[in-house]
């Protein structure tokens, strides 16, 4: 079992930064940001593989959000810069990939994941 606690959500302007974190109780292989807006599936944008701290972004968030990891907090962080309108959602730590023989990227969805924290709200003003 994998304990996952999500912090730092809030509102934020659009065209300003956010920091979330997750602290895990240990990290996997593979870890990951899902967000889910009302009314919207679940989406993954940012993954990071253990480790050799391999990364990867939905199209929707490359080039903004930066996935992080400090192996010695066993904590994982999301940088959010340049937020827009539709970032706004309920952001969400995930691990535990399900099945080892795929990879740690963008093309993993929610069913994908084992462990899953409770959530952090981004609310974007304009």
């Known amino acids: 079992q994998v304990q996952l606690v999500e912090s730092g959500g809030g509102s934020v302007q659009a065209g300003g930064s956010l920091r979330l974190s997750c602290a895990a109780s240990?990290?996997?292989?593979?870890m990951a940001w899902f967000r889910q807006a009302p009314g919207k599936e679940r989406e993954g944008v940012a993954f990071?593989?253990?480790?050799?701290?391999?990364?990867a972004y939905s199209d929707s968030v490359k080039g903004r959000f930066t996935i992080s990891q400090d192996t010695a907090q066993n904590t994982l962080y999301l940088e959010m810069n340049s937020v827009k309108p539709e970032d706004a959602a309920m952001y969400y730590c995930?691990?535990?990939?399900?099945?080892?023989?795929?990879?740690?990227?963008?093309?993993?969805?929610?069913?994908?994941?084992?462990?899953w924290g409770q959530g952090t709200q981004v609310t974007v003003s304009s």
């Open positions: 240990k990290l996997t292989i593979c």
């Open positions: 995930a691990a535990g990939l399900r099945n080892f023989d795929v990879a740690c990227d963008a093309n993993r969805d929610r069913l994908d994941f084992s462990y």
């Open positions: 990071i593989q253990y480790g050799i701290g391999r990364e």
